[in-house]
T-cell receptor, first 115, second 114 residues
Framework: GAGVSQSPSNKVTEKGKDVELRCDPI?????LYWYRQSLGQGLEFLIY????????KSGLPSDRFSAERTGGSVSTLTIQRTQQEDSAVYLC?????????????FGEGSWLTVV | AQTVTQSQPEMSVQEAETVTLSCTYD???????LFWYKQPPSRQMILVIR??????QNATENRFSVNFQKAAKSFSLKISDSQLGDAAMYFC???????????FGSGTRLQVQP
């Protein structure tokens, strides 16, 4: 597609349920990032994928969070046993090859509300 | 660890006037990149301008320019001839060759008054 596509746009879930958030990066982009943006806050890095390399998971806040990227394209961020503090906008982004100076393109995010 | 600080939670500017948003950062690296991103209500982050640390010349993109002071670790964004469409959250961000992910500041909400 023309841009980074994320789904769902909005998700309301009950505390304790699992959720999956999907990201479809720009075609041809090998680098993919997940960020979390809590209300009124900046962006917090979660995880980074680059090609076939092992992902950088250093930003994942707990073992309830995981992500995978199948076939080097689409990525799924999974949050297990959701908690109210997980409520946030989850932003996905991609760049051509992950080089530091490359433009990183963002999707519109998935707004997660845990009730 | 690298940190990015935006000390102005909110700023306001009159339409057609000029406004400057502040950003400071902390790093021990010599080769790095700085960015300003705009986030309108649609939530999509849009790159406004980029600066490479090894370039002494300040980056400029139309009405947007930066004042990059490497020794002071300061990277401010100047918006000239402000327009209503400039109203948004503005985030300063940093990355270097050793860390691909961006580190963001907490953001500045810019209001543009007609």
């Amino acid at each position: 597609g023309a841009g980074v596509s994320q789904s769902p746009s909005n998700k309301v879930t009950e505390k304790g349920k699992d959720v999956e958030l999907r990201c479809d990066p720009i075609s041809g982009h090998t680098a993919l990032y997940w960020y979390r943006q809590s209300l009124g806050q900046g962006l917090e890095f979660l995880i980074y994928f680059q090609g076939n390399s092992a992902p950088d998971k250093s930003g994942l806040p707990s073992d309830r969070f995981s992500a995978e990227r199948t076939g080097g394209s689409v990525s799924t961020l999974t949050i297990q046993r959701t908690q109210q503090e997980d409520s946030a906008v989850y932003l996905c982004a991609s760049s051509l090859d992950g080089a530091a100076g490359n433009t990183i393109y963002f999707g519109e995010g998935s707004w997660l509300t845990v009730v | 660890a690298q940190t990015v600080t935006q000390s102005q939670p909110e700023m306001s500017v009159q339409e057609a006037e000029t406004v400057t948003l502040s950003c400071t950062y902390d790093t021990s690296e010599s080769d790095y990149y700085l960015f300003w991103y705009k986030q309108p209500p649609s939530r999509q982050m849009i790159l406004v301008i980029r600066q490479e640390a090894y370039k002494q010349q300040n980056a400029t993109e139309n009405r947007f320019s930066v004042n990059f002071q490497k020794a002071a670790k300061s990277f401010s964004l100047k918006i000239s001839d402000s327009q209503l469409g400039d109203a948004a959250m503005y985030f300063c961000a940093y990355t270097d060759t050793g860390r691909r992910a961006l580190t963001f500041g907490s953001g500045t909400r810019l209001q543009v008054q007609p």
